[in-house]
C-alpha cells in the first residue's frame, strides 16, 4: 500500500508543471532559445525575477514557450520561434510583473541580459520579425510590441512600438519619448505608482518624459491585413545623448517588410542624469496590453487570449552581417525616404498635483517666469502657463473599479473631472448595489 501511494504522489509531482524536471522554458538561459538556433544572435535575453517565481509555483505557465517547426507553428527561419500570449488572469495579485500596481496594463515580456545592454554612442543593426495569427483582434485600446528602454528603474522608455484601437488614436505607431526631455517627478510619470512607497527598487523619484514624437507606421487595418502573415523589422541605430546643436550624431532609422518607415537624425538616448555610465539601453519584446477595451469592444472581449510570435532577433553592427537574404530582403535594396519628422506631438499628462506651486489665479505676477522657461513643455512646472493651459481643450478621465468584482473597470472621459468620476460611478452603480470606487481619476494630456 505504502509503495502503492508513493507510486501515486510522484506521479502528481511529475504532472504538475511546478514540479516537472523539464524546466519551463521562462527559466531557462535565454529564455529557451538555444545557441543554434537562428531565433535570437547577437544577445541574451531573461524573464523578470517575479515572473520566474509565478513560473515556479506552477501559475500562469501559458504566457511564453518557445515553439517548434515541426509541431505546426509559425517559424519565420530555422526551426524555432517565440510564444508570448496574456489572458484576463494575468494580474497583480501574485505580485507578478505580468501586471502594473494598478492593473491598468498586463503584459508577458522578456528582457536585454544585462552584459548586452547598449551603451551611448554605439551603433547597431537589429531586426526581428512578428507573426499576428490569423484570428488575431484588438480587444484593448492598446498594446505594446517590443520598446528600447533606460536600464536604469527611474528613467522612462526611448522608443516604443505601440498598436492602438481607440476611436481618437488608431493604427501602429512608433514612440519617440526622448526629444522631448525629461523631469524630475515624485511619481511613476503618470503610471500606476503615484506614490513613492509604490516605487520600484529604491528610487524616490522618476525622470519622465515630457512629450510623445509619434510616427505613424499603418493603419489598424493595414495591420489586420497582415494576419497569418509575418512583419519584419530592422533598425539601424545610434545611440545619442546629445542632439544635434549638441554635436550629437545619433539617428534612428526603421524599415518595415523592406519599406523605410523613419529616418530619424537627433538625439536618441535621454542624457544619464547621474547614472553616467551606468545608463544603457535595453531592448524588451513580447505583450504589454492596456486592460481598457478598445473600440467597439466591452469589458467582456478583453478576456480573450491574446497570442503572438516572435523570431529571428538579431544584433549585429553591420547590415551585412544581418544576412537579409534568409529573410528575402538585402542591404542594397532596402527602400529609402522614411519619415524625418514625427505625424504627431502629445505632451504627457504626468499625474502631478494640480495645485503644485501654481498662482491663485492667472493675473499672478509674483513669480519670476524666466526662471521657469525650460519647463515649457510641462505646465504642472510652469506657473507661467496657466492662462494658455485654460484655452486648451482640456479633457478629464475617471476609471471605476468593485471591491466584490475585480472584472469590473468603467473608463469614462468627460470635460471636468467631477463629470466623469459621476458617470463612472453611475454606471458602476447601476449594475453593482455596493464595492463601486473612484480607482483613479486625473486630466488626459492635450492631443491624446
Known amino acids: 500500500m505504502k509503495k502503492l501511494l508513493a507510486v501515486v504522489v510522484l506521479g502528481l509531482l511529475l504532472c504538475n508543471p511546478a514540479f516537472s524536471k523539464e524546466k519551463h522554458d521562462s527559466l531557462k538561459t535565454n529564455v529557451g532559445i538555444k545557441s543554434k538556433d537562428t531565433t535570437i544572435k547577437g544577445w541574451k535575453f531573461r524573464s523578470s525575477n517575479k515572473l520566474k517565481e509565478l513560473i515556479k509555483e506552477g501559475k500562469i505557465q501559458y504566457v511564453y514557450r518557445v515553439s517548434n517547426k515541426k509541431n505546426g507553428e509559425p517559424v519565420r527561419h530555422g526551426d524555432t520561434s517565440q510564444r508570448f500570449e496574456l489572458r484576463s488572469d494575468c494580474t497583480d495579485k501574485d505580485g507578478s510583473d505580468c501586471a502594473k500596481a494598478a492593473e491598468s496594463v498586463i503584459r508577458s515580456e522578456v528582457f536585454l541580459a544585462d552584459d548586452f545592454q547598449m551603451k551611448n554612442k554605439s551603433e547597431y543593426w537589429i531586426a526581428w520579425s512578428v507573426y499576428i495569427p490569423e484570428d488575431y483582434l484588438l480587444y484593448h485600446r492598446k498594446t505594446g510590441m517590443g520598446q528600447f528602454h533606460s536600464n536604469q528603474g527611474p528613467m522612462p522608455s526611448l522608443w516604443e512600438f505601440k498598436l492602438f484601437n481607440d476611436d481618437k488614436s488608431s493604427g501602429y505607431q512608433l514612440y519617440n519619448s526622448v526629444t522631448g526631455g525629461t523631469v524630475k517627478s515624485f511619481n511613476a510619470c503618470g503610471g500606476s505608482s503615484v506614490v513613492i512607497e509604490k516605487m520600484a527598487g529604491n528610487a524616490k523619484f522618476h525622470w519622465c518624459e515630457t512629450k510623445y514624437y509619434k510616427y505613424n507606421l499603418m493603419s489598424l487595418k493595414e495591420f489586420y491585413s497582415y494576419r497569418g502573415k509575418w512583419l519584419d523589422f530592422i533598425v539601424n541605430v545610434k545611440w545619442d545623448q546629445k542632439n544635434i546643436e549638441e554635436g550629437g550624431k545619433g539617428f534612428f532609422k526603421l ?7 523613419v529616418n530619424y537624425s537627433g538625439q536618441t538616448m535621454h542624457k544619464a542624469r547621474q547614472y553616467g555610465s551606468k545608463y544603457k539601453v535595453a531592448f524588451q519584446y513580447g505583450l504589454y496590453n492596456e486592460r481598457a477595451p478598445g473600440s467597439g469592444y466591452t469589458d467582456e472581449d478583453i478576456s480573450n487570449p491574446i497570442v503572438v510570435y516572435y523570431d529571428e532577433l538579431w544584433r549585429v553592427k553591420s547590415c551585412k552581417k544581418l544576412k537579409l537574404e534568409r529573410l528575402g530582403y538585402s542591404c542594397d535594396t532596402l527602400g529609402q525616404g522614411g519619415k524625418t519628422e514625427p505625424d504627431i506631438i502629445t505632451e504627457k499628462d504626468l499625474n502631478m498635483p494640480k495645485d503644485l506651486d501654481m498662482p491663485s489665479n492667472d493675473n499672478d505676477n509674483t513669480f519670476d517666469c524666466s526662471s521657469v522657461q525650460k519647463f515649457s513643455h510641462t505646465w504642472y512646472y510652469n506657473k507661467c502657463d496657466v492662462a494658455a ?60
Do not use: P
Open 255 to 261: 524599415w518595415i517588410n523592406g519599406e523605410q518607415k
Open 389 to 448: 493651459k485654460t484655452k486648451k481643450n482640456v479633457e478629464f478621465v475617471a476609471i471605476v473599479k468593485n471591491k466584490l468584482d475585480d472584472k469590473v473597470l468603467i473608463k469614462v472621459r468627460a470635460n471636468s473631472k467631477e463629470k466623469a468620476i459621476e458617470e463612472a460611478m453611475k454606471k458602476c452603480t447601476d449594475k453593482h448595489e455596493s464595492g463601486c470606487y473612484v480607482h483613479y481619476s486625473s486630466q488626459v494630456a492635450f492631443g491624446q
